[in-house]
């Protein structure tokens, strides 16, 4: 399933919903778009819910990487929110499951930025 | 098992949609050769990886270039092979992704997947002066614990990259 993106206003923060698969082509380039957009929108406090993401690839995780670093760099912020045990598991073979900052209730992802 | 051997070789064009095409052919393959959801994950995720690299650091993206792309099923493993059209390379010239200075690193963990994934994992100079990724997977054992092929093999993440 091709990858889906939406995003909402929770005060401060921005949650972007994801639903699919965030792979090597569209997916990836989806997820940059996204981002790339809300920091040049000034929303740098960003929250990635991952619940509807059930498949991963390498390209794919160095996209959420990339994300991360590209919004410390801006002064903002990039967490993770509702891993599925696919994407769970990948982060933690990966080692990036210390590097995110990953929640499972979307109320604490965003009090976090406070 | 009891798998008869089989051979699939099929050629796909260096383009992003030969990634999808290559697992998808990959997974039908390793279902009906009875492996477990587990498994098929593990070997769709190896062959996507597989193909990326030959797509991407292989080929270098060229469209005049292939992919060649075979699969054995044997009486106990299913084996693939990837072979690109590029010019090589040594897999002790990979960086560790897992080290503390690449793990903020936006590519290079493919390798590395593969060869947490499957139980066999090599590469090799290619026919065509390209890479040739070697990459095995044993065949689930057919007992009655209800395991359905579900297994360890190549959960542990392997030393280096």
Redesign the interface.
């Known amino acids: 399933m091709a990858l889906r993106a939406t995003h909402r206003d929770a005060g401060q923060a921005t949650v972007v919903d994801l639903s699919g698969k965030i792979?090597?082509?569209e997916g990836s380039a989806l997820l940059r778009k996204t981002v790339r957009g809300l920091l040049d929108d000034k929303r740098t406090h960003i929250v990635l819910n991952l619940a509807d993401v059930d498949y991963i690839?390498?390209?794919g995780?160095?996209?959420l990487?990339?994300a991360?670093?590209t919004a410390k760099g801006r002064g903002g912020e990039l967490k993770l929110l509702h891993l599925t045990k696919?994407v769970h598991d990948l982060l933690q073979?990966?080692?990036?499951y210390t590097?995110f900052d990953v929640y499972t209730e979307e109320s604490a992802a965003l009090s976090s930025f406070q | 098992m009891g798998t008869d051997p089989k051979h699939l070789e099929i050629t796909l064009e260096t383009q992003v949609e030969s990634v999808n095409l290559a697992e998808e052919m990959c997974l039908r393959v390793a279902e009906a050769a009875g492996f477990g959801e587990d498994d098929c994950y593990k070997i769709g995720m190896s062959v996507r990886e597989g193909v990326i690299n030959a797509f991407h650091y292989g080929n270098q993206e060229r469209p005049e270039k292939k992919i060649h792309l075979t699969v054995d099923l044997t009486g106990d493993k299913m084996i693939i092979h990837v072979l690109d059209e590029g010019t090589g390379f040594t897999l002790a010239d990979v960086p560790n992704p897992l080290a503390e200075e690449n793990l903020l690193s936006t590519s290079g963990r493919g390798i590395f997947l593969m060869r947490a994934f499957m139980d066999e994992f090599d590469v090799v100079p290619g026919r065509t002066g390209g890479a040739e990724i070697v990459m095995a997977k044993k065949l689930p054992l057919q007992d009655n614990t209800g395991t359905n092929g579900q297994s360890s093999h190549g959960a542990t993440p392997p030393q280096g990259a």
């Open positions: 792979t090597l082509g690839d390498s390209s995780i160095g996209e990487v990339s991360y670093t696919k073979l990966t080692k990036l590097v």
